[in-house]
């Protein structure tokens, strides 16, 4: 497709349960960034892939969560045991590698831990 | 990461302009300034970006200033589709790492 997709676009899940999201970013993109935005907050960086470099972790808010990417493709967002807190909208977003261009979002994935 | 200041909400009357600060003090000397905007229940969006010069394109207009240290970010004739939250953010020229702060909540009335 031409935009960012992510999938699924709702999720509701149980605490205590694992959840996987996905976004398959636009093709070309060697940067991909994941982002969490609570109700009526601002958003949060969580994990940010840029080609073949170590992924840059430093906003993953425990050890619950873990991204993953394969190649310059598809990215999972998995959570462990989840809790009401993680309950948000997660965003995806990809750009060209340089810092001098633009990124695109995808329109997220809105969990509910119930 | 250069920290960011700008106010917390604005208000515009529509077809008039707007003028959105920003203040970036420690700004580095490569880094990039990127303007993005997020209307209600969506994702946000890339506005426009800017390193020394003034950048215009057909959203907005991007006023740097001499020292760096603020830009503006100028809708020349607000619209009620305009009306949203505006990220002023930094970027490094080596990571392009993407960090949101509050930004700036414009309200623009008919």
């Known amino acids: 497709g031409a935009g960012v997709s992510q999938s699924p676009s709702n999720k509701v899940t149980e605490k205590g349960k694992d959840v996987e999201l996905r976004c398959d970013p636009i093709s070309g993109h060697t940067a991909l960034y994941w982002y969490r935005q609570r109700l009526g907050q601002g958003l949060e960086f969580l994990i ?67 | 990461d250069a920290k960011t200041t700008q106010p917390n909400s604005m ?43 003034n950048v215009n394109n057909r959203m907005a207009s991007l006023a740097i200033a001499e020292d760096r240290k603020s830009s503006t970010l100028i809708l020349h004739r607000a619209t009620l589709r305009d009306a949203a939250v505006y990220y002023c953010i930094p970027t490094q020229t080596n990571t392009g790492k993407l960090i949101f702060g509050q930004g700036t909540t414009l309200q623009v009335k008919p």
């Open chain 1, 48 to 114: 940010y892939f840029q080609g073949n470099s170590a992924p840059d972790k430093s906003g993953l808010p425990s050890d619950r969560f873990s991204a993953e990417r394969t190649g310059e493709s598809v990215s999972t967002l998995t959570i462990q045991r989840t809790q009401q807190e993680d309950s948000a909208v997660y965003l995806c977003a990809s750009s060209i590698q340089v810092s001098s261009t633009e990124a695109f979002f995808g329109q997220g994935t809105r969990l509910t831990v119930v």
């Open chain 2, 11 to 53: 208000e515009s009357n529509e077809e008039e302009p707007v003028h959105l600060p920003c203040n970036h003090s420690t700004i580095s000397g490569t880094d990039y300034i990127h303007w993005y905007r997020q209307l209600p229940s969506q994702g946000p969006e890339y506005v426009i970006h800017g390193l020394t010069s």
